[in-house]
């Protein structure tokens, strides 16, 4: 069966350190690979995805960066942390070229504060 | 993706039924309907999917409207752990394509 690794559960990093968060799957290969966050109170807004190995779409410009540097390992990297990164940031996979109809499954998250 | 419409928030007690609405006007013919649902300090979780006809799972069903404007998700007998933000969410047939998640319904469950 496949699983879906992230850590840390939680972080407090001070403004202007560096992020690294890291997420794995097992079980599948060429997953596609998703990371997410989610400010408190509000809802949950797509960072990046990735269909295979060097391969990046970002939604959404910011502060924040991905690489996939193994078929089943997503880094989410920051170089200098934000006040506003602050938030739960979840991780998730989804079975590759099955389009519309597969479901991602998603990791328990980290909870990054940026103090 | 084409945008869903959901309340806000719904109220339910326990043991009974709960119907969760999503309009869903713009859909295209391409579009499955995908429910999630994410408990407190949890990543979502899926619940089901469909296409066109109704769906049934050990979780949930899924009643899809003829016209596929709207759908509804069905918990037949709601608990106490059933408390969560249900997301209603469109996804197209391009492969590798994220779910964009809005803001859902959040469900209270009450004793």
């Known amino acids: 069966s496949q699983t879906i690794h992230q850590w840390p559960a939680t972080l407090v990093q001070p403004v202007g350190s560096p992020l690294s968060l890291e997420c794995t799957v097992e079980?599948?290969?060429?997953?596609?690979l998703y990371w997410y966050r989610q400010a408190a109170g509000r809802g949950l807004q797509l960072l990046f995805y990735?269909?295979?190995?060097?391969?990046i779409s970002s939604e959404v410009p910011q502060n924040l960066s991905a690489s996939r540097p193994q078929d089943r390992q997503f880094i989410l990297s920051s170089k200098k942390l934000l006040l506003s990164d602050s938030g739960f940031y979840l991780c998730?996979?989804?079975?590759?070229?099955?389009?519309?109809?597969?479901?991602?499954?998603f990791g328990n998250g980290t909870r990054l504060t940026v103090t | 993706d084409a945008k869903t419409t959901q309340p806000n928030s719904m109220e339910s007690n326990e043991e009974e039924p709960v119907h969760l609405p999503c309009n869903h006007s713009?859909?295209?013919?391409?579009?499955?309907i995908h429910w999630y649902r994410q408990l407190p300090s949890q990543g979502p979780e899926y619940v089901i999917h469909?296409?066109?006809s109704n769906v049934n799972n050990r979780m949930a069903s899924l009643a899809i409207a003829e016209d596929r404007k709207s759908s509804t998700l069905i918990l037949h007998r709601a608990t106490l752990r059933d408390a969560a933000v249900y997301y209603c969410?469109?996804?197209?047939?391009?492969?590798?394509?994220?779910?964009?998640f809005g803001k859902g319904t959040t469900l209270s469950v009450s004793s």
């Open positions: 079980g599948t290969s060429n997953p596609n």
């Open positions: 998730a996979w989804s079975r590759p070229g099955t389009g519309s109809y597969s479901p991602l499954h």
């Open positions: 990735s269909v295979g190995i060097g391969q």
């Open positions: 969410i469109l996804r197209d047939r391009q492969a590798g394509t994220a779910l964009i």
């Open positions: 469909g296409l066109t």
């Open positions: 713009t859909i295209s013919g391409t579009d499955y």
